[in-house]
């Protein structure tokens, strides 16, 4: 099984993979959350097979997180807003996953600006996903940080987190691993701990959208099971980088 708990971004319509979708409802107790994402955001009108979803999440005590493209602080904040609203309004989000997120200090403004509207459309949860460690100032209003998305590969040899994070639990940052190897989710998953990411979540999924299954951490506890030699490495090589940057 995996440390701490899942967020799960699944890309795929519950009319293509509709047990999926029940794998999540029934696995409601490790997840921090689920990021309902419909057509790159919302869509231009209500899908009714994903306000179902949406609804059974809710009812099992999920959280669910609209999808909504920042286009790294490219995106006019009306277009922002209208997805945030669409999302409210057709499936009930009770938070929001804002993609593609800026990384840098000059944006900060604009993302404060778009947590605070978020909370005020009703969002209790904002979630940045810049997909790197952004400036510090981001933690300030951000409920969770993906400060890490990419491959099994990248993630392995990933340097260490910036001293900075150290001052916040591990509850706030999150990491999104793909394309790793079934086995070793669960080792995955223990990375992230140490790395100090209480929330993540690893799929063998790849290509264009690696997010259209579920963590095999969700289905069976068997697969988790850790190589000890490579937990080894992988701890040896964190706390070298760290020494590094000290």
Sequence with gaps: MSDGKLLVPLYVHPAVDPDAWRTLVGAADLLYGVVLNVADGPGTVPDPAFAAVAEELRAAGVRVLGYVDTAYGRRPTHAVVADLRHHRKWYGTDGVFFDQAAPDAGLLSYYRWLAR??????????????????????????????????????????????????????????????????????????????????????????????????????????????????????????????????
């Design 117 to 246: 509207t978020a909370r005020a459309c009703g969002s209790r949860t904002v979630v940045l996903n810049p997909g790197v460690h952004p400036a510090p100032g981001y933690a300030e209003f951000a409920d969770l940080l993906v400060t890490f998305e990419g491959s099994w590969a990248t993630y392995r040899a990933a340097s260490a987190v910036p001293a900075w994070t150290s001052t916040y639990p591990a509850e706030r940052f999150c990491h999104l691993v793909y394309d790793v190897p079934a086995r070793l989710c669960g080792l995955a998953s223990r990375t992230a701990r140490l790395r100090g990411a209480a929330v993540h979540c690893a799929v063998p999924g790849s290509g264009a959208n690696p997010w259209q299954g579920v963590s095999p951490d969700l289905t069976s506890a068997d697969v988790a099971s850790p190589d000890l030699t490579d937990v080894a490495g992988i701890r040896g090589r964190h706390r070298h980088q760290q020494e590094e940057n000290r």
